[in-house]
């Protein structure tokens, strides 16, 4: 069975920074894209950023500049660096992936990231 875990929130100042990770398993999964989502309270889920195994890359309006998503060679890992918070990044992010044969989405549990004024 695969699994999304995610590491590395938590509360920050505005300004600082944050870098939020997520592993999946088991090392068989493989995917053609993974990413990030956020939800804040009462906002629907909103893409972040997200990066296909091609190396292509697509990030919201809202944190070009400020967010960088990275992977591992495998695509079995995924990272976000969360630079220069400010409390409109308050939310629940989730880890997402995309699996190919047969098509799969895949969502981790979700981890709180907090920035407070």
């Known amino acids: 069975q695969i699994q999304l875990v995610e590491s590395g929130g938590g509360l920050v100042q505005a300004g600082g920074s944050l870098r939020l990770s997520c592993a999946a398993s088991?090392?068989?999964?493989?995917?053609?894209?993974m990413g990030w989502y956020r939800q804040a309270p009462g906002k629907e889920r909103e893409l972040v950023a997200r990066?296909?195994?091609?190396?292509?890359?697509d990030y919201a309006d809202s944190v070009k500049g400020r967010f960088t998503i990275s992977r591992d060679k495998s695509l079995r890992t995924v990272y976000l660096q969360m630079n220069s918070l400010n409390p409109e990044d308050t939310a629940v992010y989730y880890c997402?992936?995309?699996?190919?044969?047969?098509?799969?989405?895949?969502w981790g549990q979700g981890i709180q990231v907090t920035v407070s004024s």
């Open positions: 990066i296909t195994g091609g190396g292509i890359i």
């Open positions: 088991p090392n068989s999964a493989t995917f053609v894209s």
């Open positions: 997402h992936a995309v699996r190919v044969g047969p098509h799969a989405n895949y």
